[in-house]
């Protein structure tokens, strides 16, 4: 029954991997976003991707890029990891931004050593 | 472009007491207003919203925030808080490209 489930919910990776974290949607939605929560707790939009359009915050850098093989997934992978990604990282979905906001997943721990 | 503030990173409150929790946006768009909260461990849920209309809006759960164009402020209220409304809240705004931007966050604890 979750509408947005992210998987895994924990990863822990060497500096210099490469990781995907996935993430679906079961809410029928048009729009999935990514968002990088620090250990400050402050969020920042990644991506955000319907299936016409992707926006990608121009601070992101390009080691990271989604992936959205249907309209109900937004795959998230991470190249050459480093220290500093490590983070929690949210999932959303969101069908009519007005009316109901974001639908968010769970969250996936990240942590590079 | 749009932007929002927090004023306070943590509020720290006792049980049954009135709480308030400082938000202030600016924005270039039609003002849309959110508070999310967020319980340890777990993804942001949806506290309350305004679009348009009346100034004050409510929660299931008791929270009201209200709108104030002039100061540019939406602030979160709840007059008697409980220990399980212990969580981070977040104030967000939405931002042209139909996206959320972020405050920094609140953490509310409440103490017995």
């Known amino acids: 029954d979750t509408a947005v489930s992210q998987t895994p919910k924990y990863l822990v990776t060497q500096m210099g991997n490469d990781k995907s974290i996935k993430c679906e949607q079961n809410l029928g939605h048009d729009t999935m976003y990514w968002y990088k929560q620090d250990s400050k707790k402050f969020l920042k939009i990644m991506f955000s991707?319907?299936?016409?359009?992707?926006?990608i915050n121009e601070t992101v850098p390009n080691r990271f890029s989604p992936k959205s093989p249907d309209k109900a997934h937004l795959n998230l992978h991470i190249n050459s990891l480093e220290l500093g990604d490590s983070a929690v990282y949210f999932c959303?979905?969101?069908?009519?931004?007005?009316?109901?906001?974001?639908?968010f997943g769970s969250g996936t721990r990240l942590t590079v050593v | 472009a749009q932007s929002v503030t927090q004023l306070d990173s943590q509020v720290p409150v006792f049980e049954e007491a009135p709480v308030e929790l400082r938000c202030n946006y600016s924005s270039s768009v039609s003002v849309y207003l959110f508070w999310y909260v967020q319980y340890p461990n777990q993804g942001l849920q949806l506290l309350l919203k305004y679009l348009s209309g009346s100034t004050l809006v409510e929660s299931i759960n008791g929270f009201e925030a209200e709108f104030n164009k002039s100061q540019t402020s939406f602030h979160l209220r709840k007059p008697s808080v409980h220990i399980s409304d212990t969580a981070e809240y977040f104030c967000a705004v939405r931002t042209a490209g139909n996206m959320l931007t972020f405050g920094g966050g609140t953490r509310l604890m409440v103490k017995p």
């Open positions: 959303a979905s969101s069908q009519d931004l007005a009316n109901y906001g974001y639908t």
């Open positions: 991707y319907n299936n016409k359009e992707l926006i």
